[in-house]
């Protein structure tokens, strides 16, 4: 199950972004939502050249994989 309907549309890197920022604003506490947020642009930056288009799908798949996992780590302590 994704965390936010609208995983499967997520085809592009800018897509991803947007998406992930949405997430955030899903997390319980303003310092969560910040810590992710963080880590969000910290994976843009690195793969910001990443010009293979194999590996930005992968790492599509992966993000919204992750993206899934800390919405459910979140939820289940609510």
């Known amino acids: 199950m994704a965390p936010l309907p609208g995983a499967e549309l ?39 050249d990443e010009d293979n288009p194999e590996r930005i799908q992968q790492i599509i798949k992966r993000a919204i994989e992750d993206a899934d996992w800390i919405m459910n780590k979140y939820k289940k302590q609510n």
């Open 10 to 48: 997520v085809q592009r890197p800018q897509q991803l972004y947007r998406y992930l920022l949405r997430c955030c604003r899903q997390l319980p506490t303003k310092g969560i939502q910040e810590h992710y947020k963080h880590a969000v642009r910290q994976s843009f930056r690195v793969h910001s």
